[in-house]
């Protein structure tokens, strides 16, 4: 499963974007925050370095990354950067046979545990996006330090970690993007990654919805299961709707970047669609378990606090809205 959509040249396993699909939704399904760290080690780090980096980049980390003795971690949010990713004012200055970088990178999934960091920073803030490179980083280099950061609303299973570099050296050799394409590269990469977002969207959803049938089968109220009650049957049909609807919307993006087919579009309205219907129907399985659902530990009071983050991470769902609105304008259609 760590080697989808890598050669096996590489020591991956292949295979396609819907099936990467499937398997985010399903780890979603029984854990979140599992699924977190999946798609940050497969879907941003490994596929940076598979999609854009030399081969001897490719043969050095693949094997490791994707056999799972090695955790990968994707740097690119900052403080001051977050939607405006081209905003960063971490640096790379250019150094005999290398760079040394400076800056913090913070809320970085997987930082803790990650040997392989692909680190983004600039060579001029004042560049904006023409100023961007990708780096690989051992997460071990000297003047690295690495702040965990504790609190999370939900997703808690998984590590979130400040990034601190202070003159950091990284060898020429560790270059994957420089600034004429670094930036493109980078938008790339996560146009690709929030398809996995849209399919971990439909498993929270999934989840949600598992427990809200289960319990509304066994709980009891004035002398029947809650299940018989038409209220809570119109409740369940929408829930399986729109669960539905999200997981066709995930696949259909997945199936037009598997066809090598446009698919930017289709993927921030999976994810826009996908995150909102994890939220709204987390929502309403709280609400259909009542008081119960209110407590932890029931799943669904953790479902709840986990599903939120989907429309945060990896593209705001505002951010999502405009992707799609210039997608359509620039096309002139649907």
Known sequence: ????????????????????????????????????????????????????????QKRELLPGLVSGSKVGAFALTESVSGSDAAGMITTLKHQKDGFIINGSKTYI??????????????IDPKLRSKGVNALIVDSKSPGITINPIHGKMGIRASSIAEIVFENVFVPKKNLISDESNGFKNTMNVLNASRISIAAQC????????????DYSQNRMAFGQNLSEFQGIQWKLADMATEIEAARLLTLQAATLRDSKKPFIKEASMAKLYGSRVAVE???????LHGGVGYL???????????????????????????????????????
Do not use: W
Request: with cysteine.
């Open 1 to 56: 499963l760590l080697g989808l959509e890598i050669s096996p040249k590489y020591g991956g396993s292949g295979g396609t974007a819907r099936q990467q699909s499937i398997v985010v939704e399903q780890l979603a399904r029984a854990c979140a925050a599992t699924s977190t760290i999946y798609i940050a080690h497969l879907s941003l780090c490994c596929r940076f370095i598979s999609m854009y980096g030399s081969e001897n």
């Open 109 to 122: 999934t997987n930082a803790v545990e990650a040997s392989t960091i692909v680190v983004m920073a600039t």
């Open 202 to 213: 439909v498993g929270i959803a999934q989840s949600a919805y598992d427990a809200a049938l």
């Open 281 to 287: 129907l987390a929502d309403k399985a709280v609400q």
């Open 296 to 334: 932890s530990p029931s799943p669904v009071e953790r479902i709840y606090r986990d599903a939120k983050v989907t429309e945060i991470y990896e593209g705001t769902s505002e951010i999502q809205r405009l992707i799609i609105a210039r997608q359509i304008l620039d096309s002139g259609n649907i």
